[in-house]
């Protein structure tokens, strides 16, 4: 299979939504409706991932007097970046030709129909255009509520409201329109798509692009007080272990659902998935014991999260022992990262949003250079695949996701900081943001 294959099939669906269709002797192609109930059904899982998967996950590991705050903030961010998404989002993403950086058309779902079509990856194979829509409003809304878990415990509901709205125009639309958009001439192709990089499902746009931003958030709030000093314990990690098990069964849609068909693709996306998760688990909790401490479930969860990410650029281009690779040097180097350097480095990732998400999705991105290698089980064509090429590649891919994310996502905490205050005040810290910010509790009791 050649290297560029899955992103040359992206590219269809771009110009299917950019383009009209010229008339032909031949019918137009009529929507399978195994794809479209899969793509629905992928959609769905997705959405299974925010609401209540990350909600629960990112819950579970704040104080008590936090959880709340923490759901309420997940569920909004999440349910604002919808509204953007098909008012402008999708339209600036994949709306039709217009730069490297950014696309234009469509706004407000001008022109999309019950009866628009956007291709897949088999030539005259269609979905409905507005189950694409769908599925992509998915990966933004899930993007943005991971940077959420950056700052946590200290920052204004209403500075993290602002902080979205600008982010997600700054920041997350140029970045999935530069990696997943191929216009009708190069020079309107996505700026990282024409360099040919590979991301199946959205190493860059999703994973590096939210750890990075929550990096940046972190540094902007500041860090909890009596961080590093006082006992910050998980509240319930009983329901961080429930909203990993929702987050795995939903990245079965976000990553076998980047196929776009109910095929063989999407099956091996489905068993890399598995095995890479797995192997997250086991080697953080393998680097916990080198490091000298029990393997703990929280270790396991976080495991489960890296193995993830990593595979996550890599579910389509990849055998089962390449992504198994990939989610071991993930789940091992990331708990390296978070255990002993984060320490070390003093900031205030709270729940490690770039510690995991940050670090697999850059391991994930530049590995998916290696897993493309048939000696691995890839798909890379034997004749034709040239690693050093393609791995320079992923490296400049990546190294401009890390830039983008951190100056768009620095202009937006600014202005957050501007209008809002950004963070709360000590006396709401102190007292938890569930009764400061929202009037309520998680638990009555």
């Not at 997600?168 to 329109?177: G, R, S």
Request: charged share 10%.
């Amino acid at each position: 299979m050649h290297q560029l294959s899955w992103l040359r099939a992206f590219a269809l669906v771009a110009l299917a939504a950019a383009t009209p269709v010229l008339a032909q002797d031949a019918a137009p192609p009529v929507p399978d409706k195994g794809d479209t109930a899969w793509m629905m059904t992928a959609s769905v899982l997705v959405m299974l991932m925010i609401v209540p998967g990350l909600a629960l996950f990112y819950g579970g590991l704040v104080r008590s007097k936090n959880m709340l705050s923490v759901l309420t903030q997940v569920i909004a961010v999440a349910s604002l970046s919808m509204l953007m998404w098909v008012m402008v989002g999708y339209a600036l993403a994949f709306g039709g030709d217009f730069n490297a950086f950014i696309s234009t058309g469509k706004f407000f779902l001008s022109g999309i129909t019950a009866d628009s079509t956007a291709a897949t990856f088999t030539e005259g194979v269609v979905i409905p255009e507005l189950v694409f829509v769908a599925f992509q409003m998915t990966f933004s809304a899930i993007t943005v509520a991971l940077v959420v878990g950056g700052m946590v415990e200290r920052m204004k509901f209403s500075a993290l409201m602002v902080f979205a709205l600008v982010w997600l125009v700054l920041v997350y639309y140029p970045i999935a329109h530069m990696v997943w958009y191929a216009g009708s001439t190069e020079a309107t192709n996505g700026l990282i798509f024409g360099w040919g990089a590979l991301d199946f499902a959205g190493g860059t746009v999703v994973h590096i692009n939210a750890g990075v931003s929550a990096l940046v958030g972190a540094w902007f709030v500041g860090k909890r007080i009596g961080y590093q000093k006082e006992l910050m314990a998980p509240h319930a990690l009983s329901m961080t272990l429930i909203g990993t098990g929702l987050l795995w069964c939903g990245w079965f849609g976000f990553n076998a659902g980047s196929a776009l068909e109910a095929n063989g693709v999407a099956g091996l996306a489905l068993i890399n998935t598995f095995v890479a998760t797995a192997a997250g688990v086991l080697f953080w909790m393998l680097a916990e014991r080198a490091m000298g401490h029990n393997g703990s479930l929280l270790g396991a969860c976080s495991g489960a999260i890296a193995g993830l990410v990593a595979v996550t650029p890599a579910a389509g281009n990849s055998g089962p022992f390449g992504a198994l690779l990939l989610g071991a040097v993930a789940g091992f180097a990331c708990a390296l990262f978070v255990v002993q350097l984060k320490p070390k480095l003093g900031f205030d990732d709270t729940l490690d949003v770039f510690g995991i998400h940050g670090v697999a999705g850059i391991l994930g991105s530049v590995g998916t250079a290696f897993t493309m290698l048939p000696a691995l089980g890839g798909p890379g064509d034997p004749a034709e695949y040239a690693l050093g090429a393609q791995l320079w590649i992923q490296v400049k891919a990546v190294a401009l996701a890390i830039a983008w994310a951190a100056v768009g996502s620095a202009i937006a905490f600014g202005i957050a900081k501007a209008l809002t205050g950004l963070r709360v005040s000590a006396d709401v810290e102190r007292e938890g943001l569930d009764l400061g910010e929202h009037g309520e509790r998680a638990y009555n009791f």
